[in-house]
């Protein structure tokens, strides 16, 4: 007897999620319900460096990828034969990365005779907020920050997506995790700041807010950075001068006001051009996610900025705006319901891909 295809309300995906140094592998069912979501990180691979080296975050991808998706098989009890289709992140990410990922899932794909989605990893981050209960109202506004991307998304629908602002130079997270390794933090930086500063004085140091006065809405994080090396280099107490490489050793109080300090900075001018976008668009809800997301304040300070501007302010979980499989699987589902598959040439792009959803 042949087995009846699943409502599409039930659709099970697996996704597949390699772009920078994560390996993830996750099960969604329905677009919403996370089944399973396994994460392999690469953080201590990469922490050496202090920055994620590509080839090695392609090769731990190679070893990595049988277990995670294993492990998220197993997890959602569910065997390949119940998935209606496999998804990949295709772009946009560190080429070797994406192109393991892809290729695997072009494997399953085939071996399972299942179809293959390929699913854009900004449009993922903006799409996260689906997974669980929340019913964000159309359109909305979406943020994304992360270590690789500072964009502003308006989501018509979860395949209608239009950018409206990004970043010139740095991405928020790429300042942030710079700005880090300047001060001799660990790797990733992001977390590192954000413990720092909430012992710290925001108001210590006023650092520029990029753009701020402009009526872009893209956003410039790169002279915030060179701001607080500046800083740090015209205030440090050193003898001669202190090269890039450099730790600049400063006291405990000083190094937390200088973190609260450069954080507000970021999270000024993410509120400001969010807002700014929103007003400008009539768009009433907002988004926002990405591994810049998870930040504490930001979340305190865009929820309360959202409040007065009469603006509702959404954020996935802090694990669903890091790098995930069940953001791919959930962005998938949307696709699939349309039997929007890919065939077994697709190709990763570094890039942002135009019109992948
Ligand atoms: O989305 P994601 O996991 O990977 C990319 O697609 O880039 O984002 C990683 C970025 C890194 O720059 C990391 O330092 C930052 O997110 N991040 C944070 C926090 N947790 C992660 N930044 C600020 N505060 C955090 N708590
Ligand atoms: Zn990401």
Redesign the pocket.
Known sequence: MTKAAPAPREMLILGIET????TAAAVVAGGRRVLSSAIASQVADHRPYGGVVPEIAGRKHLENLVPIVQAALADAGVQPADLAAVAVTSSP?LMGALLVGTSFGKALAMGWGVPLVEVN??HA?ALAIYLGDRRPRLPYLAL??????TTLFQVSSALDLRILGETRDD????C??KV?KFLGLD?????????LAAGGNPSAVRFTRGLAHAATLDFSFSGLKTAVVNHVLGTSRLNGPLNHQQTPSLPERELRDLAASF?EA?VDTLIGKTLRAARAHGLATVVV??????????REKMTSAGEGAGIRVLFPG?EL????AAMIAGAAWHLARKKRYSGLDLRPSARMKTGAC
Do not use: F, K
């Open positions: 772009s920078c140094d994560e990410g990893h900004l981050h994304v920050v992360s270590g690789g991307h991405a928020a997270g790429e942030i995790d880090a790797y990733p930086g992001g977390p590192e700041i954000d413990r954080q970021i996610s990405g591994g810049v997301a998870a930040n504490g304040r930001l802090r705006c890091t790098d995930n």
